[in-house]
């Protein structure tokens, strides 16, 4: 990408949502590890030390534990759609700063829980405060950056939830070993904190920011549209655009393999009936470290190459829609990754799987801001991301059973497919992703 010469603040912003980004999901995901602890599922069945713990008392854990995923799941869908609504009225600011308080103190309560009935509850909260992450990031990149960076600028801070997951793969199995699985969730939970203040340092609109030149600032605005009265802003307005239907379907049908990748992942490692070894708590963090090492490239890589085709003169439509579809062919192979019995094999499908997922979420988000105005990306995105986090409740609902009955395969199958129809369905919806107007906001009816 050629230099602009307007300046470079608001690739400092993309690095601040990058490491809160990172603290997201560092919180959301050590509950993934921990959940193969030996102690952790004894204290959550009520079991007492030293208890062992029958195939049929695993089995049963790991449907208890696809119904406490569920509950995340639900928050987290009720949460996107607060969220993104929230901060379209109250500015991204002071929203973000809502959503990482919320997150961080229920991360700390994950700590202070002696059973399932408890764990879903602490979820429960944490899904409502994490749930402010992606509106607030793809709000803040609508604010910093032209369109023809956004899908870059996305792929960038996009890639701290790899940079989270492997974070947690390193830590949180040493730190469970060496000091029990409370300590896991407190050392974690306190760093949203630090996030916040450096947010609340940091973080304000370019058109007020004395760091921004006006070289830069004139860069930012170049597509300035003319902001839409927040009255108009309703959900069920929203929902009336194709456009709005494009961006839900590309969240709805995808995030749950997303989710069902963070849920599942170190249980496939640990239990999958295919592979040729196991992993246990001591040894599973290297085959994350590699999968979300692949992936964060992923994720810089193809919203680099949407915007790189933008550069060249393609349309938008073009740029994201091809990006879209090399992501897509890359996932289907992943269905072998539950029939080889190499460990390898299966880390190396996993691996392209997870990166052409993170590819296809930057250029999906770009929706949001291709598509909106800035007034309404906050609630679009919070729109997307509900049906997104719907999607992963329907899958975590079921994937226990399916996983104690039926064992990964069918989940594999569904992941490897999925991309693909929900392409063809976008493209149904929006052949031109045509942009809706301040004018079609305010005209259409409740």
């Known amino acids: 990408m050629k230099p602009d010469q307007s300046g470079n603040y608001r690739w400092r912003i993309v690095l601040l949502l990058f ?4 603290i997201n999901y560092i919180d959301r995901q050590v509950l993934s590890f921990t959940m193969i602890d030996e102690t952790f599922r004894r204290e959550m069945m009520g079991k007492t030390a030293g208890e062992a713990l029958t195939e049929s008392d695993l089995d049963q854990f790991k449907v208890l534990y696809s119904y406490i995923d569920t509950v995340f799941k639900v928050a987290y869908a009720l949460g996107f759609l607060l969220t993104g609504w929230l901060i379209d009225r109250v500015g991204t600011k002071r929203g973000y700063s809502l959503s990482i308080i919320v997150w961080s103190i229920a991360g700390v309560l994950n700590a202070f829980i002696g059973s399932l009935r408890g764990l ?32 870059f600028a996305t792929g960038l801070f996009n890639a701290g939830t790899n940079v989270g997951i492997i974070a947690t793969a390193a830590l ?21 904190f630090l996030v916040l ?43 009336g655009f194709r456009q709005t239907w494009a961006f839900i379907v590309g969240k709805f049908m995808c995030d749950p393999i997303w989710w069902f990748y963070l849920s599942w992942l170190p ?6 009936e295919s592979l040729d070894q196991r992993l246990d708590l001591k040894n599973v963090g290297l085959p994350f470290l590699v999968i979300y090492i692949v992936s964060d490239g992923g994720s810089v890589l193809f919203g680099w190459l949407s915007s790189k085709f933008i550069h060249m003169g393609w349309s938008a439509n073009r740029a994201r829609k091809t990006t879209m579809l090399i992501c897509a062919v890359c996932v289907v192979p992943i269905f072998f990754a539950a029939q080889t019995s190499s460990i ?3 880390i190396a499908l996993i691996s392209l799987a ?12 770009t929706f949001a801001s291709d598509l909106f105005p800035k007034s309404a990306v906050a609630s679009v995105t919070g729109i997307g991301g509900m049906f997104g986090a719907m999607g992963g409740i329907l899958l975590a609902a079921i994937a226990g059973n399916i996983r104690v009955n039926l064992g990964y395969l069918p989940l594999f199958i569904v992941a490897s497919s999925t991309y693909l129809i929900a ?24």
């Open 19 to 22: 490491f809160a980004t990172t």
């Open 120 to 151: 879903s509850i602490v979820r429960f909260m944490l899904g409502i405060g994490e749930a402010g992450n992606f509106p607030s990031a793809i709000k803040s990149v609508a604010e910093w950056f032209p369109k023809k960076e956004r899908s």
């Open 172 to 192: 949180i199995p040493w730190l469970t070993i060496r000091f029990g699985w409370r300590v896991s969730f407190i050392a974690t939970g306190l760093l949203g």
């Open 197 to 239: 203040i450096a947010w609340l340092r940091i973080y304000r609109r370019p058109e007020e920011h004395p760091r921004v030149s006006k070289a830069e600032l004139d860069y930012i605005l170049q597509d300035h549209e003319e902001a839409i009265p927040e009255e108009k802003l309703s959900w069920w307005r929203l929902l």
């Open 267 to 272: 249980d496939f490692f640990n239990s999958s």
């Open 344 to 346: 390898y094999v299966a």
């Open 354 to 365: 997870t990166a052409a997922h993170q590819g296809w979420s930057a250029n999906v988000y």
């Open 423 to 446: 392409l063809v369905i976008i493209h149904l919806l929006s052949p031109t992703m045509q942009p809706v107007t301040r004018k079609e906001l305010e005209s259409i009816g409740v």
